[in-house]
T-cell receptor
Framework: RKEVEQDPGPFNVPEGATVAFNCTYS??????FFWYRQDCRKEPKLLMS???SGNEDGRFTAQLNRASQYISLLIRDSKLSDSATYLC?????????FGTGTSLTVIP | GAVVSQHPSWVICKSGTSVKIECRSL??????MFWYRQFPKQSLMLMAT?????????EQGVEKDKFLINHASLTLSTLTVTSAHPEDSSFYIC?????????????FGQGTRLTVV
């Protein structure tokens, strides 16, 4: 079973829409959780860490559900510039495990 | 966020030659770095985990004699693609693990686009 599973999408949403991504992880011993953003032909960049109590950064809200072993990312009021691939990641010990990424296109 | 610098950003080399890619953590020490490969429109594929002062741990199916990894210091890991062939053409990305207390994060270098002709 994969360490991290993520719906690849693509998600095509109109500008201003709210969109949510989910990601499940298989190992309950996973310690830290993250969302990354990757633009075409660029490296992934850390978008936000995901804390147990949930956290918000502007239009972005990340949540962690340890009981069900999933993390989520909510993007409100989508902008054209949000178009990218969003990868979830979990850390356990020395290792990071990445999802395959979810492609988002925000349409004018 | 932390800064990880990868060099070169792109390289074109002839088939049969070797290419060295450097990954440096500029503002923190990284005992662990990771090397990934990514083909167009595909996901990141972990190639190996680079541990400072010891041998790298390679993922299944990755030839350690072809992809030589050296992590001689806490801020530098290198990946050498030996006897490169066109099928090695890809986007190679490193990341470095930064720990601050209980928090651990991974930061990526800018990636190296390798084209073997």
């Amino acid at each position: 079973r994969k360490e991290v599973e993520q719906d690849p999408g693509p998600f095509n949403v109109p500008e201003g829409a709210t969109v949510a991504f989910n990601c499940t992880y298989s190992n309950s011993a996973s310690q830290s959780f993250f969302w990354y953003r990757q633009d075409c032909r660029k490296e992934p960049k850390l978008l936000m860490s995901v804390y147990s109590s949930g956290n918000e950064d502007g239009r972005f809200t990340a949540q962690l559900n340890r009981a069900s072993q999933y993390i989520s990312l909510l993007i409100r009021d989508s902008k054209l510039s949000d178009s990218a691939t969003y990868l979830c990641a979990v850390n356990r010990g020395n290792q990071f495990y990445f999802g395959t990424g979810t492609s988002l296109t925000v349409i004018p | 966020g932390a800064v990880v610098s990868q060099h070169p950003s792109w390289v074109i080399c002839k088939s049969g030659t070797s290419v060295k890619i450097e990954c440096r953590s500029l503002d923190f020490q990284a005992t662990t770095m990771f090397w990934y490969r990514q083909f167009p429109k595909q996901s990141l594929m972990l190639m190996a985990t680079s541990n400072e002062g010891s041998k790298a741990t390679y993922e299944q199916g990755v030839e350690k004699d072809k992809f030589l990894i050296n992590h001689a210091s806490l801020t530098l890991s290198t990946l050498t693609v030996t006897s490169a062939h066109p099928e090695d053409s890809s986007f190679y990305i490193c990341s470095a693990r930064k720990s601050l207390g209980a928090l651990t994060e991974a930061f990526f270098g800018q990636g190296t686009r390798l084209t073997v002709v």
